[in-house]
């Protein structure tokens, strides 16, 4: 039999799992690492970490498997965007990455657009703090010692591709994310890059996510016990893999991932601008496929940060039941998720969060809804932004850590006005991943045969929303009147 791995290098840790060709999930390893934090807005972590937990996770599958791991055929990457990894001319790291949460570079993200105004490439999408360029010019800014040794720039999952092939490479959807590339072309921008005095041989070779771009290396052969006929694929950033794993592949298909942030996605046939620079386009996993994806910084971050801080004696079960006891609205506490700053639609990395309307009767449980319906709340002005473009949005697949939590999702959906779609996967990052390690191994033609073959054999069921819309609608029109009168404190 054959089998695939899809790997995930995320914010908290990584994921491996192995599939076979009918897309069942059979086998599966984790490793977490750490986030550093040494100033406020800051975050970071050592890219080397992201490569010794995917060999952990390798060998521990392997390890179950020795005489079938050679089975293994394909491997695909997806990964946390954004997030600069600077390596000297021995390929080693400079510095630690400086991840997509990190909000430092304000000053160099209205730099770059003022630069950039009338260069027609860059109309797709403003620069926002959390793209690569801006981490970039930062470093030059203020670690001049370090952007002199440069010799490569690389995304987070493409550090961890060239650790196992030996190649610097990149795909188009991460690459959208860097704020170097020319979105609509799929290419990097030499007049971006030339205009803004980027070495262009820092940046990895761009392809399609399918793309073959390498085998594993003998010595990652040898210590992991794959074969060195096992090919590596290009891979995909953590939206565009996890949009891939739950079919969100045809023009107007959408989806909403509550992980570490929240996500609205929509997939594009073709590439589409805000010119408010309130959400971004970016290229799909599959060509001639675009998507637009409004963010909201800290959807499942805002929730482990209450938890870790005030309830850490709690399960996450016994808060869920006692936040189902509370009344939507939490009986007047609204919770602003700006713990990092907001994305969309304000693209305002100095805002803060807070709970506004505490009283003396408020206790734990209400607080915790709060911050559910907050998220919530986020997510819907995500939702109506994308409207306002021209993308209209009424089903919705959902995934990520957040959708294990089903008062959690009878919120989203109560609040979003959206039915939300569920599908009995929980790791649609990395299935999205595998179906390109299939395709690039030729086990399928294309990715959207193996989409039919690999994933559309999972079950569905749906969260309608519920009868509550006025209630809804004076609860959305009191979060919306709290960002304008909070932003300058």
């Not at 899809?6 to 086998?27: E, F, Q, R």
């Not at 610097?168 to 803004?196: C, N, P, Y």
């Not at 998720?337 to 807070?354: A, F, V």
């Not at 979003?416 to 395709?439: D, F, N, P, Q």
Request: proline share 2%; charged share 20%; glycine share 8%.
């Amino acid at each position: 039999m054959n089998y695939v791995l899809g790997i995930d290098i995320g914010t908290s840790g990584t994921k491996a799992v192995l599939y076979d060709m009918s897309g069942s999930k059979v086998d599966e390893a984790s490793q977490s690492y750490a986030m550093y934090t040494p100033k406020s807005g800051y975050a970071e972590q050592d890219a080397n970490d992201w490569y010794n937990a995917t060999i952990k996770c390798i060998k521990e599958i392997t390890a179950k498997m020795p005489h079938t791991a050679h089975d293994i055929k394909g491997i695909g990457l997806s990964g946390q965007m954004h997030g600069l990894v600077m390596l000297d001319n021995k390929c080693s790291t400079l510095y630690n990455s400086i991840i997509w949460c990190d909000t430092r570079t304000d000053k160099e993200s209205d730099f770059i657009n003022e630069s950039m105004a009338n260069y027609k490439d860059y109309n797709i999408n403003s620069s926002i703090p959390a793209f690569t360029l801006p981490k970039l010019i930062w470093v030059k800014n203020h670690l001049p010692d370090i952007y002199r040794k440069i010799n490569k720039v690389l995304l987070p999952k493409d550090y961890v591709n060239y650790k196992l092939t030996g190649n610097f490479t990149t795909d188009v959807s991460d690459a959208s994310g860097t704020g170097m590339l020319d979105v609509a072309k799929r290419q990097w921008s030499k007049e971006i890059i030339k205009h803004l005095d980027i070495n262009i041989n820092w940046l990895a070779n761009v392809h399609e996510s399918a793309d073959v771009v390498g085998n594993i290396t003998k010595h990652i052969a040898d210590i992991t016990g794959l074969s060195e006929e096992t090919i590596v694929v290009a891979g995909a950033g953590d939206q565009a893999a996890a949009a891939l794993g739950n079919s969100v592949i045809i023009n107007g298909d959408a989806s909403m991932s509550v992980g570490s942030s929240g996500v609205v996605f929509a997939a594009l046939s073709s590439p589409l601008c805000d010119k408010k620079g309130r959400v971004q386009t970016f290229c799909h996993a599959l060509e001639n496929t675009w998507h637009i994806m409004g963010v909201t910084q800290s959807a499942c971050l805002s929730l482990s940060w209450f938890k870790s801080n005030f309830a850490s004696g709690i399960s996450y079960q016994q808060l869920d039941k006692m936040a189902k006891e509370v009344p939507l609205g939490c009986e007047g506490i609204v919770f602003l998720p700006y713990i990092q700053g907001e994305r969309t639609p304000h693209l305002d990395s100095d805002i803060r969060g807070g709970f506004i309307g505490l009283d003396i009767s408020h206790k734990l449980q209400h607080l915790y809804r709060a911050v559910l319906e907050g998220v919530a709340l986020s997510m819907r002005d995500c939702i109506e932004v994308m409207e306002d473009v021209g993308v209209k949005i009424n089903d919705m697949v959902v995934s990520g850590g957040g959708a294990s939590s089903q008062v959690w999702l009878d919120i989203i959906a109560n609040i979003t006005k959206c039915k939300l779609i569920c599908k009995e996967v929980s790791e649609s990052g990395t299935r999205g991943v595998a179906v390109l390690a299939a395709v690039g191994a030729k086990f399928f033609k294309s990715v959207k045969i193996a989409d039919k073959e690999f994933i559309n054999n999972i079950k569905n069921s749906t969260i309608p929303e519920l009868d509550s819309s006025n209630l809804v609608e004076a609860l959305y029109a009191k979060y919306k009147s709290l960002y304008p009168l909070l932003s300058n404190i």
